[in-house]
């Protein structure tokens, strides 16, 4: 199983930008998926979360700013970012919590390689 980012970049103060995070391999299910994102120096913190048939979860310092969602029939995820910040810079990674395997077994997580998100002020 592996999961990609894709969708980080530079945007100025204020504007937005897609994050992607597509998880592939023998995957029946996939409990949560989650960004996190961290900046050097820092411990890796979480954005936000999506966990099938819930409400998604959200840092206070992102809310009604990003939205988390996801396609469950694509095992992907996506995070839209909106009124972005200097402080939102860091690199966000995805990670796939709970992944269920066709033909039976399990993974606890699996983390993506992330992707660098970058705002100027």
């Known amino acids: 199983v592996q999961v990609v980012e894709s969708g980080g970049g530079l945007v100025q103060f204020g504007g937005s930008l897609k994050l992607s995070c597509a998880a592939s391999?023998?995957?029946?299910?996939?409990?949560?998926m989650a960004w996190y994102r961290q900046v050097p120096g820092k411990q890796r913190e979480l954005v936000a979360e999506i966990t099938y048939g819930r409400s998604p979860i959200y840092d206070d310092s992102v809310k009604d700013r990003f939205t988390i969602s996801r396609d469950n029939a694509k095992n992907t995820a996506y995070l839209q970012m909106s009124a972005l910040k200097p402080e939102d810079t860091a690199v966000y990674y995805c990670?796939?919590?709970?992944?269920?395997?066709?033909?039976?077994?399990?993974?606890?997580?699996?983390w993506g390689q992330g992707t660098l998100v970058t705002v100027s002020s």
């Open positions: 990670v796939a919590e709970g992944v269920r395997l066709e033909g039976g077994g399990a993974l606890p997580e699996v």
């Open positions: 391999g023998d995957i029946d299910e996939i409990y949560t």
